[in-house]
């Protein structure tokens, strides 16, 4: 008997067969790749095993055709049957060199295609960056890079450098080292660090093979102290909600990659391009949110993210005189007529003050928009023996000319003063005010996003009111259910309960509960979704329809802004914040879900 090995037809079978094996086998991994049910290292490597594999392949091919061929059809000719020898037609040798030479070249074209003939270099820029400015770095990062440089609450806290350290591992795929140098970074009183915490998240996911969708949570972290602090207020916001989400059984989890936009419009517009520029090369991104505060020009790159049908929550105030709105733009805090309504409410009503004085700055989008607000209400709702006595204009941060200003709108006797500005200059207005304790003030809430008044400062003869979103023990005084987020946060920052009742590490105030419905809302949105390849126009119809229950209240978006939202009115004195009182609904379904501010806050 001969041989099986002796077969010619067997070479040519198998490497046949091979052949079609290897290509149905790159081509199903390259598919499931794209469709991120496999690792997109898995597409990466196949280039690199094709190019390896082709050479031989193609030579045996050759051979095979050369050598092997004829015989093969030869030999599975068929057999003489009793008519007679069958007639055998001629081979042409010449042909089947031909096909073997060509499937050779297809081959090795195929699996080197990108040594030999590389592909043009892209043009468009790496998502992920950082660049150096003289107030500090600005960029975007998952973990390679850390925005959060600055001693932390002026305690001496220097982690800064170990973060670098960090981020330096990360970035050249240190993985483990990262982990460790992370680590080290929260322990003791910098435990309050939510850039690292979400660095740590964002690794966790990638290590677990899950699949994933990313937010982008864009905020600020240079410039002045008060600036600094919202923007790590916003990310113990996103860290808390990122944290709860991947925490439970969810379809997917989710990433985040924090934007640090600077305190300059010039710095918004770079990091802007570059979102605007390089956001497809990551089909995992599905929306933006954050932008603590709002300018002209801001208001013009959330426009045109809208434009490019990009889903933003916003966790500033939205002004409805505003004209450049899309129905991809969201914004979960309460509007800037709701906060200035309510403070006119409460002057009138529970302080009954009668003449007030107004101090802004008309180049400042916050401020003057809710300079507008205020006097549009005060006129509309103006009992006959209130006025507005006197208007003052200053610029944000030039606290110099404050003094001047107080003692020129002090002439017109007002009974308090509404200050539409940032934290440093107010200590200077209330140092300007007489002891007398004749001169209320009423502020807005960015006083409650920045760092606190020294308890020692001696502002006990002016009374200090300003509007809030939120407030860390409303539950309790208003009787409403607790959240799971008020432990979550102790757990998050403060897991050794070193800092009993401290505000950023116990305590939460408005921009970190903004921050966290802002990214639990497009999470809520999300979760309709039955794997992570849902496109942004899906998300941002399931945004415009759905309902959450938020810790800041019910967030129903109506016409891109949250309707019936509540706003508190606190008290600053004696170096605490005081509840007062509050305006709006917590749950606009529930019997006493709804507050007015004029009956301080009951129902």
Not at 64 to 84: D, Y
């Amino acid at each position: 008997m001969k041989n099986q090995s002796d077969d010619p037809i067997l070479p040519l079978t198998k490497v046949i067969r091979f052949i079609i094996t290897f290509t149905l086998f790159v081509t199903l991994v390259y598919l499931l790749s794209f469709l991120h049910i496999l690792p997109d290292s898995w597409g990466n490597f196949l280039p690199n095993l094709a190019t390896i594999l082709a050479v031989p392949v193609g030579i045996i091919a050759i051979l095979a055709a050369l050598k092997n061929f004829e015989k093969a059809v030869v030999q599975v000719m068929p057999r003489p049957t009793a008519w007679g020898p069958p007639k055998i037609p001629k081979i042409n040798r010449k042909l089947w060199m031909f096909v073997g030479l060509v499937v050779a070249m297809v081959l090795i074209v195929v699996g080197g295609y990108h040594y030999i003939w590389p592909a043009p270099q892209s043009t468009v820029p790496p998502l992920l960056f950082s660049y150096s400015t003289p107030d500090g770095p600005i960029g975007i990062s998952d973990g390679s890079y850390v925005f959060d440089v600055k001693t932390r609450n002026n305690q001496g806290h220097h982690n800064e450098a170990l973060k670098q350290q960090a981020a330096d591992a990360f970035r050249n795929q240190n993985f483990d080292q990262a982990r460790q140098l992370w680590g080290q970074a929260i322990s003791g009183d910098d435990s309050d660090d939510a850039e690292v915490l979400i660095y740590q998240e964002n690794q966790r996911i990638i290590n677990s093979g899950s699949p994933y969708i990313t937010f982008i949570a864009v905020t600020q972290l240079t410039g002045s102290h008060e600036e600094y602090e919202i923007g790590r207020e916003d990310l113990q916001g996103y860290y808390v909600a990122q944290k709860e989400f991947n925490s439970q059984a969810n379809p997917f989890r989710v990433r985040l990659l924090i934007v640090n936009i600077g305190d300059q419009e010039t710095y918004a517009q770079q990091v802007m391009d570059r979102i605007l520029s390089s956001y497809q090369q990551d089909p995992t991104i599905k929306g933006v949110m954050g932008w603590p505060e709002r300018t002209q020009r801001i208001n013009s790159m959330l426009l045109t993210m809208c434009n490019k049908h990009i889903p933003i929550v916003t966790v500033s105030a939205n002004d409805s005189r505003n004209s450049d709105s899309c129905n991809y733009n969201f914004s979960v805090a309460p509007t800037i007529d709701s906060q200035a309504a309510t403070a006119v409410q409460y002057i009138k009503s529970v302080l009954k003050k009668k003449r007030v004085s107004i101090v802004y700055d008309p180049a400042n989008e916050y401020s003057q928009s809710l300079y507008r607000s205020f006097i549009d209400d005060f006129r509309r709702n103006q009992p006959s023996d209130a006025a507005i006595v006197d208007r003052e204009t200053y610029s944000i941060y030039s606290s110099n000319t404050l003094p001047g200003l107080l003692r020129a709108t002090l002439r017109g006797k007002p009974d308090l003063i509404y200050f539409v500005g940032y934290p440093a200059d107010l200590n200077t207005v209330i140092q300007s005010l007489p002891v007398s304790g004749d001169v209320d003030v009423m502020t807005a809430n960015i006083i409650y996003q920045a760092p606190h008044f020294p308890k020692a400062q001696p502002v006990e003869h002016v009374r200090v009111y300003f509007t809030a979103f939120a407030y860390p023990d409303q539950w309790a005084i208003l009787h409403l259910a607790q959240p799971d987020f008020t432990q979550e946060y102790i757990n998050a920052y403060d897991p050794q309960q070193f800092h009993r009742g401290a505000y950023g590490y116990e305590r939460a105030n408005d921009s970190v509960m903004i921050a966290y419905d802002a990214l639990k809302s497009l999470m809520v949105a999300s979760k309709g979704f039955q794997n992570n390849r849902f496109p942004m126009d899906q998300l941002q119809r399931a945004l415009f329809n759905s309902k959450y229950k938020g810790i800041t209240g019910d967030i129903r978006y109506n016409q891109g802004s949250v309707d019936t939202k509540p706003v508190v009115v606190i008290q600053f004195t004696h170096g605490y914040n005081v509840f007062k009182g509050v305006d709006g609904c917590y749950d606009d379904n529930a019997q006493g879900g709804c507050f007015d501010v004029q009956n301080n806050g009951r129902p």
